[in-house]
């Protein structure tokens, strides 16, 4: 198995431009999660899918931040604009039937902002 | 959301057993254990979880105490691959939330 992908694995941007993330869940899992981890506040979950519908999207920070899974294979995570205080690493999970407790992370993108 | 205390860090030999515990009092009824890790520089990987019997797998055991207020999860033998962060989760259905969890150190 492939694993869960993520693109960029590293980005450096300036403040001001938009940010896209990608994620291409495990085949065959219907649910996906978004987190993103730093330092001083660990790992958060921003949204989650399920059937490629945003089940909860309470821990996306503000407006700025968006997602989308337009289908089953792909999901993006784009802010827009982006600030300094964004970086961050993201990852991108996947669970079969949304079974939160066996969710397969993938190895992160790393955003800097600058 | 219930919430989890476990120790910042915790230090263990290599192959030796580790016991890593999770105190949670206030876990509901419908509230299953997770225990995730995170290797450095990569994301967190499942480990095990249980509702109310001890649990074991190719990875840990897990060991949950009959009231279910406290938890230990248990590698048999530790090498020096196992070190991580482990986190200790409580929830039911799909959103759950990671603590601090805490920092395993395996010394040769």
């Known amino acids: 198995d492939a694993g869960v992908i993520q693109s960029p694995r590293h980005e450096v941007t300036e403040m001001g431009q938009e940010v896209t993330l990608r994620c291409k869940p495990i085949?065959?899992?219907?649910?996906l999660f978004w987190y993103r981890q730093t330092m001083m506040r660990g790992l958060e979950l921003l949204i989650y899918?399920?059937?490629?519908?945003?089940?909860?999207d309470s821990g996306m920070p503000e407006d700025r931040f968006s997602a989308k899974m337009p289908n089953a294979s792909f999901s993006t995570l784009k802010i827009q604009p982006s600030e300094p205080r964004d970086s961050a690493v993201y990852f991108c999970?996947?669970?079969?039937?949304?079974?939160?407790?066996?969710?397969?992370f993938g190895p992160g993108t790393r955003l800097t902002v600058t | 959301d219930a919430k989890t205390t476990q120790p910042n860090s915790m230090e263990s030999n290599e192959e030796e057993p580790v016991h890593l515990p999770c105190n949670h009092s206030?876990?509901?009824?419908?509230?299953?254990i997770h225990w995730y890790r995170q290797l450095p520089s990569q994301g967190p990987e499942y480990v095990i979880h249980?509702?109310?019997s001890n649990v074991n797998n190719r990875m840990a055991s897990l060991a949950i105490a009959e009231d279910r207020k406290s938890s230990t999860l248990i590698l048999h033998r530790a090498t020096l691959r196992d070190a991580a962060v482990y986190y200790c989760?409580?929830?039911?259905?799909?959103?759950?939330?990671f603590g601090p969890g805490t920092r395993l150190s395996v010394l040769p």
């Open positions: 999970a996947s669970s079969l039937n949304g079974r939160a407790y066996e969710q397969y």
């Open positions: 085949s065959g899992h219907n649910s």
């Open positions: 899918f399920n059937n490629n519908v945003p089940i909860d």
């Open positions: 206030t876990i509901s009824g419908t509230d299953y």
């Open positions: 249980g509702l109310t």
């Open positions: 989760i409580l929830g039911y259905g799909q959103n759950f939330v």
